[in-house]
């Protein structure tokens, strides 16, 4: 009965802005959320992560200062605002759900349940 769904992705163009969200539903045993991205040939790369509350992100490097985390606890649903977006940002972007521990909040096996990914494309 867990369930994810990302939406929002889309083709821009470098300098532009995209808002995903992930609409949850079912039971989860943790309210910490993440979400990563998958480059063809690459890692996947962890991104973002929000807690219960929303007052406790957590941002890669490379994305601080341009993706800001926030979630609406009545909708179940949580959202990545992606400003100033470069083609470096291009990939699939996974939200994941039901963290194991209260570490390790960038490593993708701590998550128990992901959704299908949607597509990000920057061109330049």
């Known amino acids: 009965q867990v369930q994810l769904v990302e939406s929002g992705g889309g083709l821009v163009q470098a300098g532009g802005s995209l808002r995903l969200s992930c609409a949850a539903s079912g039971r989860f045993s943790s309210y910490t959320m993440g979400w990563f991205r998958q480059a063809p040939g690459k890692e996947r790369e962890f991104v973002a992560a929000i807690t219960w509350s929303g007052s406790i992100t957590y941002s890669a490097d490379s994305v601080k200062g341009r993706f800001t985390l926030s979630r609406d606890n009545a909708r179940n649903t949580v959202y990545l605002q992606m400003n100033s977006l470069k083609p470096e940002d291009t990939a699939v972007y996974y939200c994941?759900?039901?963290?194991?521990?209260?570490?390790?909040?960038?490593?993708?096996?701590?998550?128990?349940?992901w959704g299908q990914g949607t597509q990000v494309t920057v061109s330049a």
């Open positions: 994941a759900a039901d963290l194991r521990s209260s570490s390790g909040y960038t490593t993708p096996t701590n998550y128990v349940y």
